[in-house]
Structures are given as structure tokens and as C-alpha cells.
């Protein structure tokens, strides 16, 4: 597609539930990044992906989150048993090539979760 | 641990005058910097980048200018314009690694 797309755009669940969110990036784009952004915070990040291999998972706060790609295109980000705390915009983005290489990121509009 | 920090979170600047946004960072190993905008519910977007072999880049109206010795980076935008409203946020990396360290963001507000 023509940019980075994120589904859904907003999700409110219960505490305890497990939600998933999806990332299209752009086609051609190896690298997949996820962040997320807590209120009053900067972007933090979560896990990178080069193809379908995740080489850095260390932002990934806990076991309770997880994500694959698949097929070098979307990614899905899965959060089980959600607390407030969780409770962020989470961000993908996707890239032809690793930082430095003047390939900056293009990022998503974001999936905003609210945990109640 | 910030590694990378802007300690304005807000600025207000009149349109037509040069808005200053500063960001420092604390890992030496850092040699490729970014700065994005954001808009209000849209993603953030890529406005200028430098690498540590710089001490300036300039894109037309923004100017981003790197300080190693100092370990600081600012983006100057002249002249400023109301559409330059939005959250700035910084970034780094090292070289080998795979992501960006970002700042917390500065809100820039310029006013008509």
C-alpha cells in the first residue's frame, strides 16, 4: 500500500481480555518496528523485525505481549491478560533498511488502547 | 534511562520568527539522528535527518545542527508558520544496532 497501515484505529477492552493489533506495511519494507507511546511520554520501543525474524525483542515489557510477521508483510501485535497500564497508541512502522542508512522510519497512525 | 532527552516539552513562538528546539543525548556511540513531526492522531513523520560526520543539515525552512562534543542536537525552523504546530520528537542510533531512541517530544505551538 501506499503507507503504513494500522487496524484498529481505536480498541477499548476490559482489563484481563487479550486484544490484537495489526500492521500493513508498506510493500518492499523489510524492517517492522513497533513502539508505543503512554500519555506524557516519549515513543518507546517494543520489538523490530528484518523479514519474519524478530533479532530485538528487548522492549517487549513482559510475557504477557507478543508478535509475529508473516510472509515479510503484516505484523500483528498481541497483548493477553491487559492492565490499565497498558493502556498506550501503539505505533508501527516499517523501513527499506536498518538506521543509518538514511532510511528513516515511516510509521502508522496508530492503534490507541484504552484498558478499563 | 533517557538516553535521549528534550527538556522543553512545550514552546510557543510567533509566526514569522525562528522556533529552536533542543534535544541532548547521552550515549556516545550514537552517530545518526532524526527529527519527526506529529500531528494529533496521525503517525509521526520524518522531517530531517544528520549523521555525526555533520555538524549541520538544512532542508529548506528546517535546519538541524549536531554538537558531538556536547552531545546535543537542535532543529531551527525559519520562519516559523502556524503549520508547523505539532509535537517534534528526536531520535537516535548507533550504528549495528536496529532501532531509534526517541525523545519525549517538545509540543511547538506558533502562534498567527
Known sequence: ?116 | DQQVKQNSPSLSVQEGRISILNCDYTNSMFDYFLWYKKYPAEGPTFLISISSIKDKNEDGRFTVFLNKSAKHLSLHIVPSQPGDSAVYFCAASASGTYKYIFGTGTRLKVLA
Not at chain 1, 523489510?30 to 515513543?43: D, E, F, I, K
Not at chain 1, 491487559?82 to 498506550?88: F, G, K, L, R, Y
Open chain 1, 1 to 116: 500500500g501506499a503507507g503504513v497501515s494500522q487496524s484498529p484505529s481505536n480498541k477499548v477492552t476490559e482489563k484481563g481480555k487479550d486484544v490484537e493489533l495489526r500492521c500493513d506495511p508498506i510493500s518492499g519494507h523489510t524492517a517492522l518496528y513497533w513502539y508505543r507511546q503512554r500519555l506524557g511520554q516519549g515513543l518507546e520501543f517494543l520489538i523490530y523485525f528484518q523479514g519474519n525474524s524478530a533479532p530485538d525483542k528487548s522492549g517487549l515489557p513482559s510475557d504477557r505481549f507478543s508478535a509475529e510477521r508473516t510472509g515479510e508483510s503484516v505484523s500483528t501485535l498481541t497483548i493477553q491478560r491487559t492492565q490499565q497500564e497498558d493502556s498506550a497508541v501503539y505505533l508501527c512502522a516499517s523501513s527499506l533498511g536498518p538506521p543509518g542508512t538514511n532510511y528513516g522510519y515511516t510509521f502508522g497512525s496508530g492503534t490507541r488502547l484504552t484498558v478499563v
